[in-house]
């Protein structure tokens, strides 16, 4: 496998320039451009990003996760409350977020605390998705063992029944988690390795940027 992987090309650009001295105040203003440079670029899914949390034992885990929102309040995503997502961050709310759009040479690394948006808010987001995305957040049972199809059909199918009788449902433990984040870096890649790296602390007084070694 090591010979496969050294033959698979990285990095090989040519990637945009980024001007670090050029940068807004406002860590999210910067993600918003880039966000929307990924867009334009054609990429999929741009808004994918992996969320990093902690077990209860202090090990981390990481999934891949959409984007829902973003706002002064932070970067939004949603999940189930009972699932080990929902479970973690309730224990420990100390959270990363990474998107990576490999054909700009571009990630973003977010470190932050992620609360729970307000509850009409979280409504409105479970009543927006697709229909097989409710029923499946209906049963409550996210990440549990399953033994056989069947017994994922037969919940699914009563879950359907179940936004047929009543559109505006809704699950119990619905969540839409907001990350504050308190340092953002931008990392833009370059063929011959000299990477540019821009961090934003948040301080007493706003933002500090930092540029950072390759």
Same mark, same amino acid.
């Given at each position: 496998?090591?010979?496969?992987?050294?033959?698979?090309? #990285?990095?090989?650009? @040519?990637?945009? +320039?980024?001007?670090? /001295?050029?940068?807004?105040?406002?860590?999210? /203003?910067?993600?918003?451009?880039?966000?929307?440079?990924?867009?334009?670029? $054609?990429?999929?899914? @741009?808004?994918?990003? +992996?969320? #990093?949390?902690? /077990?209860?034992?202090?090990?981390?885990?990481?999934?891949?996760?959409?984007?829902?929102? %973003? $706002?002064? !309040?932070?970067?939004?995503?949603?999940?189930?409350?009972?699932?080990?997502?929902? !479970?973690?961050? *309730?224990?420990? @709310?100390?959270?990363?977020?990474?998107?990576?759009?490999?054909?700009?040479?571009?990630?973003?690394? %977010?470190?932050?605390?992620?609360?729970?948006?307000?509850?009409?808010?979280?409504?409105?987001?479970? !009543?927006?998705? *697709?229909?097989? &995305?409710? *029923?499946?957040?209906?049963?409550?049972?996210?990440?549990? +063992?399953?033994?056989?199809?069947?017994?994922?059909? $037969?919940?699914?199918?009563?879950?359907?029944?179940?936004?047929? /009788?009543?559109?505006?449902?809704?699950? &119990?433990?619905?969540?839409?988690?907001?990350?504050?984040?308190?340092?953002?870096?931008?990392?833009?890649? $370059?063929?011959?390795?000299?990477?540019?790296?821009? !961090?934003?602390?948040?301080?007493?007084?706003?933002?500090?940027?930092?540029?950072?070694? @390759?």
């Amino acid at each position: 496998m090591k010979d496969e992987l050294r033959t698979l090309k #990285s990095l090989a650009g @040519p990637f945009p +320039v980024f001007e670090t /001295d050029l940068t807004p105040d406002e860590p999210r /203003d910067l993600f918003s451009d880039w966000l929307r440079d990924a867009i334009e670029a $054609d990429i999929k899914e @741009p808004h994918a990003m +992996v969320l #990093s949390t902690v /077990d209860e034992d202090g090990v981390p885990d990481a999934r891949v996760l959409i984007l829902k929102n %973003l $706002d002064q !309040r932070g970067w939004h995503f949603a999940t189930t409350g009972s699932g080990p997502k929902g !479970r973690q961050i *309730a224990a420990n @709310p100390s959270v990363s977020l990474t998107f990576y759009w490999p054909q700009l040479g571009r990630q973003v690394r %977010l470190r932050g605390m992620a609360f729970q948006a307000e509850a009409h808010e979280r409504y409105a987001d479970f !009543r927006a998705r *697709a229909p097989g &995305a409710k *029923a499946v957040a209906l049963t409550e049972r996210q990440s549990e +063992v399953l033994g056989s199809s069947q017994e994922l059909d $037969d919940p699914l199918a009563l879950q359907h029944r179940r936004l047929r /009788d009543e559109p505006d449902l809704v699950a &119990a433990n619905w969540a839409l988690f907001i990350v504050m984040p308190h340092e953002v870096e931008f990392w833009q890649g $370059d063929a011959e390795r000299r990477h540019h790296r821009l !961090r934003y602390r948040r301080g007493k007084a706003g933002w500090l940027k930092e540029r950072l070694w @390759p």
